[in-house]
């Protein structure tokens, strides 16, 4: 695992392409290992070489423009909202940026997406995790995901397991969040779930 490790700190800060075809070379003997990253100076992020996603992140290859973009844009003090948080990698990242002065509340659904979310959250006093999804009303919602790859979850039935999990009204949950909406623009940044979904979040009492 020492070999392991020396190869993602080389690899994951090299501007490179082909990242993540080497991480799956590099970790297909490795499915079962415990996994981290390092996106930033003194953080952590706790992966699973089972998960193809969190392959990508382990090479520093998940997201390499969104990721940059999202450093350049966070500062410290910042309130971060991650809805649909995975297990954590862009809540993380925010909360190293955002500093103890900050507050980075991060929400998932999916129970083994939620507890590695937890803990990569668990390294910061100033962030927090909610197992829930995000949506215009309070109620339950069905999220569609695979076994197999627990972070692609959809509210669209094109998945495997169909599972229903509670839904929070982001404005009930937190009485700030209206004078937070009348605050500077950089008050906040909230990272939106599955962009490409057309349908909106629906939710039943």
Same mark, same amino acid.
Not at 106 to 125: D, K, T, Y
Not at 174 to 182: C, Q, T
């Given at each position: 695992?020492?070999?392991? @490790?020396?190869?993602?700190?080389?690899?994951?800060?090299?501007?490179?392409?082909?990242?993540?075809?080497?991480?799956?070379?590099?970790?297909?003997?490795?499915?079962?290992?415990?996994?981290?990253?390092?996106?930033? #100076?003194?953080?952590?992020?706790?992966?699973?070489?089972?998960?193809?996603?969190?392959?990508?992140?382990?090479?520093?290859?998940?997201?390499? @423009?969104?990721?940059?973009?999202?450093?350049?844009?966070?500062?410290?003090?910042?309130?971060?909202?991650?809805?649909?948080? !995975?297990?954590?990698?862009?809540?993380?990242?925010?909360?190293?940026?955002?500093?103890?002065?900050?507050?980075?509340?991060?929400?998932?659904?999916? #129970?083994?997406?939620?507890?590695?979310?937890?803990? !990569?959250?668990?390294?910061?006093?100033?962030?927090?995790?909610?197992?829930?999804?995000?949506?215009?009303?309070?109620?339950?919602?069905?999220?569609?995901?695979?076994?197999?790859?627990?972070?692609?979850?959809?509210?669209?039935?094109?998945?495997?397991?169909?599972?229903?999990?509670?839904?929070? !009204?982001?404005?009930?949950?937190? #009485?700030?969040? @209206?004078?937070?909406?009348?605050?500077?623009?950089?008050?906040?940044?909230?990272?939106?779930?599955?962009?490409?979904?057309?349908? #909106?979040?629906?939710?039943?009492?």
């Amino acid at each position: 695992m020492r070999t392991l @490790d020396t190869f993602q700190r080389i690899l994951e800060p090299l501007p490179i392409r082909g990242k993540g075809r080497l991480a799956e070379v590099l970790l297909a003997r490795h499915r079962s290992a415990e996994l981290s990253s390092r996106p930033l #100076p003194g953080v952590r992020v706790f992966l699973r070489a089972s998960e193809r996603i969190e392959r990508l992140m382990w090479a520093g290859a998940y997201e390499r @423009d969104l990721v940059e973009l999202f450093k350049r844009s966070v500062r410290p003090g910042m309130t971060v909202l991650d809805v649909g948080a !995975n297990i954590g990698y862009f809540s993380t990242i925010a909360a190293g940026l955002v500093g103890s002065h900050g507050r980075v509340h991060a929400f998932e659904p999916v #129970p083994s997406c939620f507890a590695r979310l937890e803990r !990569n959250l668990s390294q910061f006093g100033w962030a927090w995790a909610h197992r829930s999804a995000v949506g215009d009303k309070s109620g339950v919602a069905t999220v569609h995901f695979k076994e197999s790859e627990s972070g692609w979850g959809s509210l669209k039935r094109d998945a495997i397991q169909p599972a229903i999990y509670p839904v929070l !009204n982001i404005p009930l949950a937190f #009485p700030g969040m @209206d004078r937070m909406r009348k605050a500077p623009a950089t008050a906040a940044i909230i990272i939106a779930a599955r962009p490409a979904e057309k349908e #909106p979040v629906r939710v039943s009492k």
